[in-house]
């Protein structure tokens, strides 16, 4: 399909996402907070979306049991998400439809969103599993800024040292940053 500079009149191009989960299975596990951010592609933000799930609290204490390394090694992390979603979590079908009026708020109706982010393909088994309306209006390719870390560190040995906030909104920017780091590299 061709499109027309009357087609493509929303700025957005890239939708960052990045998801916070009571851990890593799809099935099991459920998302506790997700943020996004629609940039253009020299990565200017053009707006941001967070929404809190609200998960019962004996499927997040169960998880977290499960994740006890990781959630141990970051307690702040899993206090704060727990405080939050006890406080102020809301329906996963309430924050699908937010996310859907900001793709049409912010992206091309016609076009599939790219997805990016760290890692993206792991939030986007969560989408699948949680949220199918938003999984359709996505791009069947997405930018994962960890394959770029892959070559980057293993062809070149080059690092970028990125905060790991492990909280959504934080860790979009620090992958937004990481990107911006290793396109610094590339000569074209």
Do not use: C
Not at 49 to 59: A, F, S
Not at 97 to 102: I, S
Not at 128 to 150: F, P, Q, T
Request: proline share 3%.
């Amino acid at each position: 399909m061709r499109y027309n500079k009357e087609q493509m009149t929303k700025k957005a191009k890239l939708l960052w996402m990045d998801l916070e989960m009571t851990g890593l299975d799809p099935i099991e596990d459920r998302i506790l907070e997700v943020a996004v951010i629609a940039t253009d592609w020299d990565f200017k933000e053009i707006a941001t979306y967070e929404g809190i799930i609200k998960v019962g609290p004996r499927l997040v204490e169960r998880r977290m049991k499960v994740g006890k390394v990781f959630w141990d090694t970051y307690p702040d992390v899993r206090t704060a998400l727990v405080k939050q979603n006890d406080e102020l979590g809301r329906s996963g079908r309430i924050i699908e439809n937010e996310l859907l009026a900001f793709i049409d708020e912010h992206f091309d109706a016609d076009r599939p969103v790219l997805l990016a982010g760290n890692s993206i393909h792991q939030d986007r088994r969560f989408i699948v599993n949680e949220w199918h309306r938003l999984d359709v209006r996505l791009h069947y390719r997405m930018l994962d800024v960890s394959a770029w870390k892959v070559v980057f560190d293993g062809k070149y040995k080059k690092k970028f040292a990125k905060p790991e906030e492990h909280r959504a909104l934080g860790d979009i920017r620090g992958s937004i940053m990481e990107l911006k780091y290793y396109l610094g590299k590339v000569k074209v």
